[in-house]
Nanobody
Framework: QVQLVESGGGLVQAGGSLRLSCAPSGNIFSINNMGWYRQAPGKQRVMVARFTSGDTTDYADSVKGRFTISRDNAKNTMYLQMNRLSPEDTGVYYC???????????????WGQGTQVTVSS
């Protein structure tokens, strides 16, 4: 069974940094369209950063210049380096990816369980 596992969340003071990781487990034939999403309390889940095609990246305006998405293709692992964090960045961060488990299997959308990021003022 395929799973996406996030790690690296925690409590940090404003101005601090955190690095999130997302690693898949299970039978992976191919993985793409990886991205990070955030859900703040009482709000909808929104895109934070993602790979759109190839190595092209897309960021929410609120995190441009502060967050960097990257990945290790050999490990199928994705990262989110978050710098100059502010209380507005608080929320549960979810990893998302399109995963194919075999050559003739359809690509399905997977979500991780989420990791909490709390930024104190």
């Amino acid at each position: 069974q395929v799973q996406l596992v996030e790690s690296g969340g925690g409590l940090v003071q404003a101005g601090g940094s955190l690095r999130l990781s997302c690693a898949p487990s299970g039978n992976i034939f191919s993985i793409n369209n990886m991205g990070w999403y955030r859900q703040a309390p009482g709000k909808q889940r929104v895109m934070v950063a993602r790979f759109t095609s190839g190595d092209t990246t897309d960021y929410a305006d609120s995190v441009k210049g502060r967050f960097t998405i990257s990945r290790d293709n050999a490990k199928n692992t994705m990262y989110l380096q978050m710098n100059r964090l502010s209380p507005e960045d608080t929320g549960v961060y979810y990893c998302n990816a399109g995963i194919q488990t075999g050559r003739y299997f359809p690509r399905l959308d997977y979500w991780g369980q989420g990791t909490q990021v709390t930024v104190s003022s």
